[in-house]
């Protein structure tokens, strides 16, 4: 007898109700020959709102960085690369097309008024 064939089994996503959503501005990835690194990084420029306009300006000077904190690092293999840019490539295509679309709706209402 032969070896019984591979079955490929479908996966059932479970999201725990504490796993939280972080904003994710700066993106890095590291490459390496067995895996890519992602690193997730929430950069908050500083705000200068306080005083006249050229104490504002010498303080934006004054900036030398900005710092960003890492909120995630997600190791992924070689292997789920392709499928991940894939989906990336196919929602960000929908999002712009969903965009264009609302863009579209609503400069339509506008000039009917």
């Avoid at 067995?34 to 504002?56: K, M, R």
């Avoid at 010498?58 to 992924?76: L, P, Y």
């Amino acid at each position: 007898m032969g070896e019984p064939a591979a079955q490929a089994l479908p996966i059932r996503r479970h999201v725990a109700p504490n796993i939280t959503a972080v904003l994710a501005n700066h993106v890095v990835v590291r490459s390496e020959p067995s895996l890519f690194q992602l690193y997730f990084f929430n950069a908050e420029p500083p705000i200068v709102i306080d005083g006249d306009s050229d104490d504002v300006k010498m303080a934006a000077a004054a900036m030398t960085h900005v710092d960003a904190h890492c909120v995630s690092r997600v190791v992924i293999p070689p292997h789920v690369m392709p499928g991940l840019i894939k989906a990336l490539q196919t929602n960000f295509e929908n999002h712009k097309s969903t965009v264009a679309a609302m863009t579209q709706t609503k400069s339509a209402g506008e000039k009917k008024k």
